[in-house]
Protein backbone atom coordinates (compact mmCIF):
# COMPACT_ATOMS: atom_id res chain seq x y z
CA UNK A 1 0.00 0.00 0.00
CA UNK A 2 1.27 3.44 -1.00
CA UNK A 3 2.07 6.02 1.83
CA UNK A 4 0.09 8.68 1.42
CA UNK A 5 2.36 12.05 1.22
CA UNK A 6 2.23 14.23 3.89
CA UNK A 7 1.60 18.19 2.40
CA UNK A 8 3.28 20.07 5.00
CA UNK A 9 6.70 18.47 4.24
CA UNK A 10 8.66 19.53 1.41
CA UNK A 11 9.03 16.72 -1.20
CA UNK A 12 12.73 18.01 -2.48
CA UNK A 13 13.96 19.47 0.91
CA UNK A 14 12.39 17.31 3.38
CA UNK A 15 12.14 20.27 5.40
CA UNK A 16 8.49 21.67 6.80
CA UNK A 17 6.43 23.98 4.64
CA UNK A 18 5.71 27.10 6.38
CA UNK A 19 2.32 28.32 4.86
CA UNK A 20 1.02 25.04 7.32
CA UNK A 21 2.30 26.69 10.40
CA UNK A 22 1.19 30.29 10.19
CA UNK A 23 0.28 31.68 13.21
CA UNK A 24 -0.27 35.65 15.21
CA UNK A 25 2.57 37.67 14.54
CA UNK A 26 2.69 37.69 18.38
CA UNK A 27 0.87 36.14 21.44
CA UNK A 28 -0.27 37.75 24.83
CA UNK A 29 2.31 36.57 27.53
CA UNK A 30 0.50 37.41 30.27
CA UNK A 31 -2.43 35.27 29.19
CA UNK A 32 -2.45 31.30 30.62
CA UNK A 33 -1.45 28.51 28.21
CA UNK A 34 -1.88 25.26 28.99
CA UNK A 35 1.52 23.10 28.42
CA UNK A 36 4.13 21.04 30.54
CA UNK A 37 6.85 23.05 32.20
CA UNK A 38 9.85 21.31 34.19
CA UNK A 39 9.65 21.68 38.15
CA UNK A 40 13.22 23.29 37.82
CA UNK A 41 15.88 23.06 35.61
CA UNK A 42 17.37 19.40 36.94
CA UNK A 43 13.62 18.50 35.19
CA UNK A 44 14.51 19.24 32.17
CA UNK A 45 14.71 16.04 29.69
CA UNK A 46 17.56 16.58 27.49
CA UNK A 47 16.81 12.91 25.74
CA UNK A 48 13.84 14.71 24.40
CA UNK A 49 16.03 17.84 22.96
CA UNK A 50 19.09 16.41 22.26
CA UNK A 51 18.76 12.40 21.42
CA UNK A 52 22.03 11.77 19.90
CA UNK A 53 23.69 14.09 22.60
CA UNK A 54 21.61 12.36 25.44
CA UNK A 55 20.10 8.98 24.74
CA UNK A 56 18.57 8.90 27.96
CA UNK A 57 17.01 11.14 30.49
CA UNK A 58 19.92 10.60 32.99
CA UNK A 59 22.58 13.44 32.83
CA UNK A 60 24.35 11.77 35.46
CA UNK A 61 28.14 12.28 34.77
CA UNK A 62 28.29 15.13 32.39
CA UNK A 63 28.08 18.63 33.07
CA UNK A 64 26.84 19.97 29.45
CA UNK A 65 24.23 22.55 29.60
CA UNK A 66 22.29 24.98 26.85
CA UNK A 67 24.07 28.18 26.85
CA UNK A 68 22.50 29.93 23.88
CA UNK A 69 18.46 30.63 24.54
CA UNK A 70 16.48 32.68 21.66
CA UNK A 71 13.75 33.74 23.19
CA UNK A 72 10.16 33.95 21.04
CA UNK A 73 12.72 32.17 18.12
CA UNK A 74 10.11 32.42 15.76
CA UNK A 75 10.75 30.12 12.78
CA UNK A 76 14.14 29.44 14.09
CA UNK A 77 16.06 30.98 11.30
CA UNK A 78 19.17 32.54 13.95
CA UNK A 79 18.95 29.08 15.89
CA UNK A 80 20.01 26.91 12.72
CA UNK A 81 22.62 29.32 11.56
CA UNK A 82 23.75 29.31 15.57
CA UNK A 83 24.12 25.61 15.12
CA UNK A 84 26.39 24.86 12.56
CA UNK A 85 28.44 28.07 14.53
CA UNK A 86 28.95 27.41 17.20
CA UNK A 87 28.39 23.14 17.01
CA UNK A 88 29.53 21.96 20.60
CA UNK A 89 27.42 24.38 22.03
CA UNK A 90 23.84 23.67 23.46
CA UNK A 91 21.48 25.81 22.62
CA UNK A 92 17.30 26.28 22.98
CA UNK A 93 14.37 28.89 20.83
CA UNK A 94 11.72 29.38 23.48
CA UNK A 95 8.23 30.41 21.64
CA UNK A 96 4.85 30.72 22.45
CA UNK A 97 3.44 29.88 19.70
CA UNK A 98 2.21 26.19 19.35
CA UNK A 99 1.83 26.31 15.57
CA UNK A 100 5.29 28.38 15.22
CA UNK A 101 6.93 26.19 17.65
CA UNK A 102 5.84 22.41 16.03
CA UNK A 103 7.27 23.95 12.46
CA UNK A 104 10.70 24.64 14.08
CA UNK A 105 10.83 20.97 15.71
CA UNK A 106 9.96 19.74 11.71
CA UNK A 107 12.90 21.81 10.64
CA UNK A 108 15.58 20.57 13.00
CA UNK A 109 14.08 16.90 12.18
CA UNK A 110 14.59 17.40 8.95
CA UNK A 111 17.58 19.29 9.16
CA UNK A 112 19.21 16.60 11.16
CA UNK A 113 17.94 13.63 8.43
CA UNK A 114 19.33 15.40 5.79
CA UNK A 115 22.83 16.84 7.41
CA UNK A 116 23.65 13.56 9.36
CA UNK A 117 25.92 14.33 12.47
CA UNK A 118 24.74 18.39 12.19
CA UNK A 119 21.95 20.26 14.14
CA UNK A 120 22.07 17.75 17.20
CA UNK A 121 22.83 20.96 19.51
CA UNK A 122 19.87 22.70 18.87
CA UNK A 123 16.49 22.30 20.23
CA UNK A 124 13.14 24.29 21.15
CA UNK A 125 10.15 24.03 23.37
CA UNK A 126 6.71 25.78 23.89
CA UNK A 127 6.95 27.90 26.62
CA UNK A 128 6.30 31.17 28.05
CA UNK A 129 9.66 32.43 28.74
CA UNK A 130 8.35 35.79 30.65
CA UNK A 131 7.24 33.34 33.35
CA UNK A 132 8.97 30.79 33.21
CA UNK A 133 12.92 31.69 32.34
CA UNK A 134 14.35 29.88 35.98
CA UNK A 135 12.63 26.60 35.40
CA UNK A 136 14.35 25.75 32.68
CA UNK A 137 18.09 27.58 33.42
CA UNK A 138 20.22 27.36 36.45
CA UNK A 139 21.75 30.74 37.75
CA UNK A 140 25.12 31.88 35.81
CA UNK A 141 24.56 29.24 33.11
CA UNK A 142 24.01 31.13 29.92
CA UNK A 143 26.46 32.45 27.65
CA UNK A 144 24.26 34.47 25.37
CA UNK A 145 20.11 35.26 24.89
CA UNK A 146 18.53 36.27 21.76
CA UNK A 147 16.11 38.67 21.76
CA UNK A 148 14.91 39.34 18.18
CA UNK A 149 12.18 41.36 16.94
CA UNK A 150 10.19 40.79 19.81
CA UNK A 151 6.40 42.61 19.95
CA UNK A 152 6.28 46.18 20.47
CA UNK A 153 3.40 46.43 22.25
CA UNK A 154 2.88 50.15 21.48
CA UNK A 155 0.11 50.84 24.11
CA UNK A 156 1.81 52.39 27.29
CA UNK A 157 -0.91 50.20 29.12
CA UNK A 158 0.23 47.13 27.22
CA UNK A 159 4.34 47.93 27.99
CA UNK A 160 4.36 45.37 30.93
CA UNK A 161 4.24 42.99 27.85
CA UNK A 162 7.26 43.77 26.98
CA UNK A 163 10.09 40.95 26.85
CA UNK A 164 12.84 43.33 27.70
CA UNK A 165 11.98 45.33 31.07
CA UNK A 166 13.96 46.12 34.08
CA UNK A 167 12.10 43.66 36.49
CA UNK A 168 12.87 40.95 33.44
CA UNK A 169 16.09 41.81 33.47
CA UNK A 170 16.59 41.08 37.12
CA UNK A 171 15.92 37.41 36.07
CA UNK A 172 17.81 37.04 33.08
CA UNK A 173 21.14 38.48 35.10
CA UNK A 174 20.21 35.53 37.13
CA UNK A 175 20.63 32.76 34.25
CA UNK A 176 23.85 34.58 32.58
CA UNK A 177 27.07 34.17 33.32
CA UNK A 178 29.40 37.11 34.44
CA UNK A 179 30.42 38.29 30.60
CA UNK A 180 27.35 36.60 29.29
CA UNK A 181 25.67 38.65 26.58
CA UNK A 182 22.20 39.64 25.87
CA UNK A 183 21.60 40.48 21.87
CA UNK A 184 18.51 42.82 21.23
CA UNK A 185 17.32 44.39 17.96
CA UNK A 186 13.86 45.45 16.90
CA UNK A 187 12.69 47.65 13.68
CA UNK A 188 10.87 49.98 15.86
CA UNK A 189 12.48 53.07 16.79
CA UNK A 190 10.96 53.40 20.13
CA UNK A 191 11.20 50.04 21.31
CA UNK A 192 15.19 49.95 19.93
CA UNK A 193 15.37 52.90 22.66
CA UNK A 194 13.49 51.47 25.33
CA UNK A 195 15.29 48.21 25.37
CA UNK A 196 18.52 50.23 25.41
CA UNK A 197 17.78 52.53 27.78
CA UNK A 198 16.39 49.28 30.57
CA UNK A 199 19.79 47.68 29.47
CA UNK A 200 21.56 51.06 30.08
CA UNK A 201 19.97 52.02 33.54
CA UNK A 202 19.88 48.00 34.99
CA UNK A 203 23.71 47.65 37.11
CA UNK A 204 24.34 44.28 36.00
CA UNK A 205 24.80 45.45 32.35
CA UNK A 206 26.81 47.24 30.02
CA UNK A 207 27.09 47.92 26.49
CA UNK A 208 29.42 46.39 24.48
CA UNK A 209 32.92 48.32 22.90
CA UNK A 210 32.09 49.11 19.07
CA UNK A 211 35.25 47.44 18.45
CA UNK A 212 33.77 44.12 20.73
CA UNK A 213 30.38 44.35 18.03
CA UNK A 214 32.45 44.23 14.94
CA UNK A 215 34.62 41.10 16.25
CA UNK A 216 31.39 39.49 17.27
CA UNK A 217 30.46 36.82 14.45
CA UNK A 218 26.54 36.95 16.24
CA UNK A 219 26.43 40.46 15.78
CA UNK A 220 25.97 40.09 11.88
CA UNK A 221 23.28 37.52 12.06
CA UNK A 222 21.07 39.74 14.29
CA UNK A 223 19.09 41.38 11.08
CA UNK A 224 19.95 38.51 8.34
CA UNK A 225 19.23 35.26 10.13
CA UNK A 226 15.24 35.58 10.86
CA UNK A 227 12.57 35.84 8.76
CA UNK A 228 11.59 39.06 10.40
CA UNK A 229 15.27 40.74 9.55
CA UNK A 230 14.81 39.57 6.37
CA UNK A 231 11.71 41.08 5.71
CA UNK A 232 12.94 44.73 6.74
CA UNK A 233 15.73 44.35 4.84
CA UNK A 234 14.09 43.74 1.63
CA UNK A 235 11.72 46.50 2.65
CA UNK A 236 14.16 48.93 3.19
CA UNK A 237 14.07 49.38 6.73
CA UNK A 238 15.75 50.25 9.43
CA UNK A 239 17.32 48.64 12.63
CA UNK A 240 17.67 49.41 16.32
CA UNK A 241 20.26 46.97 18.15
CA UNK A 242 21.20 47.13 21.91
CA UNK A 243 23.90 44.52 22.59
CA UNK A 244 25.21 44.45 26.43
CA UNK A 245 27.00 42.16 28.43
CA UNK A 246 26.42 40.56 31.60
CA UNK A 247 28.26 42.10 34.48
CA UNK A 248 28.94 42.40 38.60
CA UNK A 249 27.64 45.58 39.79
CA UNK A 250 30.30 47.63 41.62
CA UNK A 251 29.63 47.31 45.43
Known sequence: MLQKEN??????????????YRARAHSNPLSDSHFPVPVSPSHVDYSLHYP?????????????K??????????????????????????????????????VKERILGLRVANPGQYQNVSVVRTNSMKYI????????LLKMFFLFPDPHFKEKNHRRRVISP????????????GGIIYTITDVEELGEWMKSCLQNHPMF????????????????????TEEGQKVARNGG???QAVYRRITPAS
Do not use: H, W
Not at 7 to 20: A, C, D, E, H, Q
Not at 134 to 141: A, L, Q, T
Open 238 to 240: QTF
Open 134 to 141: PNYFEKGK
Open 52 to 64: QLFPSADRTGTSK
Open 206 to 225: EPLLETELEADPVVKLLSTA
Open 7 to 20: PTINKSTGLPRKRF
Open 66 to 103: IEFADIGCGFGGLLISLSTLFPETLMIGMELRDKVTEY
Open 167 to 178: QLLDEYAYVLQV
